[in-house]
């Protein structure tokens, strides 16, 4: 395996990295902004990325943009397309469908999910509440219909890269909290010293650092794998990364919090919305130790 990026998967990653910065909400006020909201969504429609499966890109570049998008918190469907797009190219306004619910599902139409080798879509209904503030889910209208039947590796490497893309936006999601943790340290003044020049304080940020550094290795591993390795394999590392990346982002999220101190448990303060995201993201294709060495059942 070579983790170099190449030249253009870099320019992939930047550009999705300045539209996470240009128009992700930045502030928890800023997710109730219909206007930027509609900004950021015209936007990603014009990129078309997610369709990047369609367009052929590999699981490393749908690793790259996920990942950018969980760092700035982008709060319009991108995942979800992206999977729908994986199992069942060309439909218009479709997410994924997930344990009876469409998920990443705002101003979808279909959800196209996959049961056993078979795919199924089905209607969108109205949103329902959850706890991540930046994707919402919706119920499931009307009977399911087969559009497609999947081979066996066919539907493995599908579940390999939806646990590949589930673990990108826990990266970003954890990058981005760490961010935040830190550039609070830089400023934030008690005693007469920022905090981050106490040791204390310096270390947490220090080990989350080196923890998202670990789950960036796993993960380009394991979005090299989707389309490089035999399915099988292919899945096992995705399951390693989904395990491994859960744990860390969710101690990168909470550390995030415990930085900033009092302010950090407030609604105002954005480290609960990355800890939501990134607990949303854990349960989506969740993965147990015990599953590793199994078979793609």
């Given at each position: ?45 014009a990129t078309s990325w997610r369709a990047l499966r369609s ?31 994986d199992l069942a190219r060309g439909i218009p306004s479709a ?44 119920e499931l209208r009307g009977a399911p219909e087969q559009i ?150």
């Amino acid at each position: 395996m070579d983790v170099r990026l190449t030249t253009e998967q870099r320019q992939l990653r930047e550009a999705a990295a300045r539209l996470a910065d240009d128009l992700g909400p930045g502030s928890v006020l800023g997710l109730d902004d219909a206007d930027r909201v509609a900004r950021l969504e015209k936007a990603v429609e014009a990129t078309s990325w997610r369709a990047l499966r369609s367009d052929g890109a590999s699981g490393v570049e749908v690793a790259l943009v996920v990942e950018e998008f969980g760092r700035g918190l982008v709060d319009v469907p991108l995942l979800g397309p992206v999977l729908a797009d994986d199992l069942a190219r060309g439909i218009p306004s479709a997410t994924v469908a997930v344990d009876g619910r469409a998920r990443d599902a705002r101003g979808m139409r279909q959800a196209v999910g996959l049961q056993g080798n078979r795919v199924l879509s089905t209607g969108v209904g109205p949103l329902v509440p959850g706890a991540d503030l930046t994707r919402h889910d919706a119920e499931l209208r009307g009977a399911p219909e087969q559009i497609g039947t999947l081979t066996d590796e066919t539907a493995a490497r599908r579940r390999a890269l939806a646990l590949v893309a589930t673990t990108a936006d826990l990266v970003g999601t954890a990058r981005g909290a760490h961010t935040l943790a830190r550039d609070y340290a830089k400023i934030r003044a008690q005693y007469g010293r920022t905090i981050g020049s106490y040791q204390a304080v310096a270390h947490l940020l220090a080990e989350g650092l080196a923890l998202i550094e670990g789950s960036v290795s796993v993960l380009r591993h394991a979005a090299w794998a989707v389309d490089e390795l035999p399915p099988a394999e292919a899945v096992r590392a995705a399951r390693i990364a989904k395990l491994y990346c859960a744990r860390t982002a969710r101690t990168v999220c909470e550390t995030a919090v415990q930085v900033h101190g009092g302010i950090g448990n407030t609604w105002e303060c954005l480290a609960h919305v990355h800890l939501r995201r990134a607990l949303t993201s854990t349960d989506l294709f969740p993965v147990r130790l015990e599953e590793i060495d199994r078979g793609l059942s």
